[in-house]
């Protein structure tokens, strides 16, 4: 049997391609490339379909062709802002889209999907750290997307028995420790690249959006989640959904307590050895002061235990990978 991992060729994809590979796991990639990269894909060396989820003629092929038995999906748009500015992008390429996988894993006997959600799906928190069971309020569409299969997962396996496990997550960072592929947005907008291209030389500072918030330095606090170990608790997803446990299921994946973006800065300087000009601007509209996720689920029931917890082990292993690509995967 195989898995069939959906957007592979990006940045928590290609990390999860390489933890399934590692794992003796046969593994087979989709990706349409919007965001993704085919430098990734050649890292890896497994078969690669370039081609859209909507494709479902071509997917029912792919999933008799390598006996796929488990998807993990990645593939969607993730950019908060542009989601707020064309809403309807994003319920067609992660809504929709989806709805075509799962018609196909269907139609296909394809009975296990683990799903790469995002603790967006909480909004504001009423407390923190988040826990499943806090309401579900998202505040942009992004994370309405994101929802809104949650819930369509949950009503395919009540109707076909489609079993899902659901993994919401803030903020994958790092790089894999030994082979070449790592983060490479276009757009940049996550902290620790933003923040690692002006030790670089590619940006002139790097902004912090507001320093009056009532946190330990005054500066908003997030979780920071080495993208391997995202990469582990998909497999663990697997595992659990192949042993016969898992019905339609949803973890958070957090480290506990969360690092300020002036921490995120201070040990950035530490690591490279460079200045990092940093300059305070006003706050964004809708930023939370804190934004952190319970991992203690997931700990206990999938067995998840981050092997990169610490913050300078994270922008240590970022920082190798853009200074050995600082044009990225350079497509």
């Known amino acids: 049997m195989s898995v069939l991992v959906t957007g592979g060729a990006g940045y928590i994809g290609s990390h999860t391609v390489a933890e399934l590979v590692a794992h003796g796991e046969e593994v087979v990639v989709v990706d349409n490339l919007s965001t993704g990269h085919s430098g990734a894909i050649y890292a890896l060396g497994v078969p690669f379909y370039h081609m859209d989820i909507r494709e479902t003629e071509r997917l029912r092929e792919i999933f008799s062709r390598h006996a796929v038995d488990t998807v993990v999906h990645f593939a969607a748009n993730s950019l908060v802002g542009e989601s707020v500015q064309d809403p309807l992008k994003y319920y067609e ?56 299969i949650e819930r ?19 903020n994958a960072a790092g790089a894999h420790p030994t082979l070449p592929i790592g983060e490479d947005h276009r757009p940049e907008t996550h902290l620790i690249p933003v923040v690692l291209q002006v030790a670089l030389g590619q940006r002139e500072h790097v902004a912090i959006f507001g320093d009056d918030y009532d946190t330990e330095d005054g ?28 019905t339609a299921e949803s973890f958070n994946l957090g480290n506990g307590t969360g690092f300020s973006v002036r921490q995120v800065v201070e040990v950035s300087r530490k690591v490279t050895g460079h200045s990092i000009q940093a300059v305070n601007a006003a706050r964004r509209a809708g930023d939370p002061a804190r934004l952190v996720a319970s991992s203690s689920l997931a700990r206990s029931t999938l067995g998840w235990t981050p092997q990169f917890a610490d913050l300078e082990t994270i922008v240590a292993s970022a920082w190798n990978w853009h200074q050995a690509h600082p044009q990225g995967f350079g497509e």
């Open 93 to 148: 390429n992660n809504v929709a889209a989806t709805g075509r996988l799962l018609e196909a894993m269907v139609e296909s006997g394809v009975q296990n999907i683990v799903f790469s959600s995002t603790a967006a799906v909480y909004g504001e928190p009423a407390r923190v750290p988040i826990a499943e069971t806090d309401a579900t309020s998202p505040t942009n569409p992004y994370g309405d997307t994101k929802l809104t």
């Open 152 to 170: 369509m997962l949950d009503w395919s396996y009540q109707a076909y028995g489609l079993k899902s496990i659901r993994l919401r997550y803030f």
């Open 219 to 246: 500066t908003c606090v997030r979780d920071y989640i080495h993208v391997m170990d995202l990469a582990s608790a998909h497999r663990l997803a697997i595992e659990r959904m192949r042993s016969g446990e898992g």
